[in-house]
């Protein structure tokens, strides 16, 4: 009996191309993701430096951290411009190297040099912190201790300079900070291309799409009047989790609310587009939710939301930018922990809203009043 | 009231509707007749718009299609309305659809089709015979003058079966242009107009009666004999036979016309070990409808 029922589910999976790629792509495609992802360690990471002293000294120090090859350095003109470059998101990490580094230095006297990092991600914080530590290893350090022969009352310290961390935007590292602000996006996300996924191909499934086009409907009435409930659902669902996050979980207020409320619509508008988009594609309400998923879960991987983009090789990370909760988790970030400039986000705002004409446009071509 | 000219339709290649023309007087219960996958289902989604043919014209009420939207309504074959509303939320969902308003004449139409009583039930809590009838209030809410119905009485008991169709003459009568499509032979007998279908091309079409004449020139022979597998492949086996069609204690053996009384007789009665008496009869539908469909397969 058993039997009967596995050897007809394996002839109906064998008829039906989509479903293959379903149970067979897709798999493929997230493990690669996981492997060649998510296993790497951060590189490249940006750092924004100022080098007032221009000695060999500070020229060992940046070598030392260059030639690690986890941060890419470039100089920026002051001290003010190393954070605002990690404001904007330009930098993750910034360094300042003051003018009498190395007078202290030949004199025993421990100068200091400040190192600071983006405290939004906790996970690169903690990388970025440990991966400093090439600036004050002994190939480094070797050459910078002064022994005086003739002064034998010199005091020689363990270490000839002092790093100083100094954590921005979340002093306190808190993870809710770094994690709450972009759930709320995957909740939006999930919550939208579910529910919009499904929307128009369950219509299809349960025959009543065929009833609905014979009446004189016109195309945008319909697909206005299918969407308008979920937009406004969405968007007050948006606020709600926002609400919960201010009450519950300490999230930060944003810098701007009308920038948020900016954020809110265009999102909603992406992800209840796209959902629109997997609805016209898709001939059951089965197959929408496995497209669904396999744009959810690549999504939450590759965005920086858990994993920094830093940490995701080139060849990867091409998929990170084709992905608008990417653009999302920046500028939530941006808006709630860092109090980025918005002429710093406009890039991201305008990506989201590409995204939406871009799915907008698909759902039109591909949207059709015949069966 | 609905002319259709030369529709095609292919999928995948192959043509499912080939060079169908039809014409339907206004008035008319017109019955569309065919065996499942003939193409009755892709026709009549044809002549309401929701399927786009690849070549032909409709008109309807001598408009085209999109035009005449306010002017026909359609019953698919399946339950197209929504089971999680109820009888009245779906009829008024229909209804404002095409602006109608009116709530006396909506409360009247749930009364003519007994609906009345399960106007607050959902809609998929009824049964199968009262899905249907909501299905066709749905599509009469804006009066339409046409009314393209997709196997109407498929899996309906038969006390429904009759006051559904008792149905479709008021409507006639009251000058409602019905296209039904359909499997069943004594609904065909039932229509004003056929036209038969078989593999996409229209095979036959015309009164019920001129249907039958669609055999040619054939005798139909009926007997009273329980069925027997020997005696079918012995009288099968005969040149000329073009079919047996065996109804329960009944038989009915279509030849042609060269095949004699006498000579079908002496076969049957070897076979059956005594006398037979065959009476020459009137084809019915069904035979018309079995002898095409293996006339078209063959």
Known sequence: MIWTIVKKELIQLRRDPRLMGLIIVMPLVLMMLFAVALKLEPKNVKMAYLDEDRSFFSELIKTGLWSDGYFQMYEVPDEKAIIEEIRAGRASAGMYIKKDFSDLLTQNRQPHITLYVDGTMPSLTTAMKYNSSAATDADVTNDMYFLDENDTTTVIADTPFIMDTEVLFNPDEKETWFFLPGVIGTLIMQIALILTGITIVREREQHTLEQLFVTPISKASFIIGKLLPYIVITLIDFYFILGVGWLLFDLPQPSSHLLLFALAAVYVAVMISLGLFISLISQTQQQAMFVAIFIIVPSILLSGFIFPIEAIPEVVRAFSYIIPFTYFVEIIRGLLVKHTLFIDLLPAYGALFGFVIVFVTASILKFKRTL | ?298
């Open chain 2, 1 to 298: 009231m609905i002319q259709a000219v030369s529709l095609v339709k292919s999928f995948n290649k192959i043509r499912r509707v080939d060079e169908i023309s039809l014409d339907v007087k206004q008035g008319e219960i017109f019955g569309l007749l065919g065996p499942n996958a003939a193409g009755k289902t892709t026709v009549i989604r044809m002549l309401c718009g929701i399927m786009q043919a690849d070549a032909g014209t409709v008109k309807i009420n001598g408009t085209s299609i999109e035009k005449a939207k306010h002017e026909f309504g359609y019953v698919a074959q399946y339950f197209g309305q929504y089971s999680e509303l109820s009888v009245w939320e779906n009829l008024t969902f229909y209804a404002s659809l095409y602006g109608v308003k009116d709530e006396t004449r909506l409360l009247n139409l749930l009364e003519r089709y007994q609906l009345s009583p399960f106007k607050t039930t959902r809609a998929g809590e009824l049964s199968g015979g009262y899905k249907r009838r909501l299905a066709l209030v749905c599509a009469l809410a804006h009066d339409p003058k046409v009314l393209f119905l997709d196997e109407p009485t498929a899996g309906i008991d038969p006390v429904t079966r009759k006051l559904l169709w008792d149905d479709f003459y008021a409507l006639s009568a009251e000058g409602k242009t019905l296209f039904v499509t359909t499997h069943y032979m004594e609904e065909a007998a039932r229509c004003h107009q056929l036209a038969f279908i078989a593999e996409g091309k229209m095979i036959a079409q015309g009164t019920p009666q001129s249907i039958k004449s669609a055999l040619g020139d054939v005798h139909v022979f009926s007997v009273d004999l329980s069925y027997s597998p020997e005696m079918t492949s012995a009288i099968e086996a005969i040149e000329g036979v073009v079919l047996t069609n065996q109804f329960g204690e009944n038989l009915h053996i279509v030849t042609e016309k060269k095949v004699s009384k006498e000579q079908l007789e002496a076969v049957m009665r070897r076979v059956k070990g005594e006398a037979v008496q065959l009476s020459l009869t009137e084809p019915d539908l069904e035979d018309v409808f079995i002898a095409l469909t293996q006339g078209e397969a063959s």
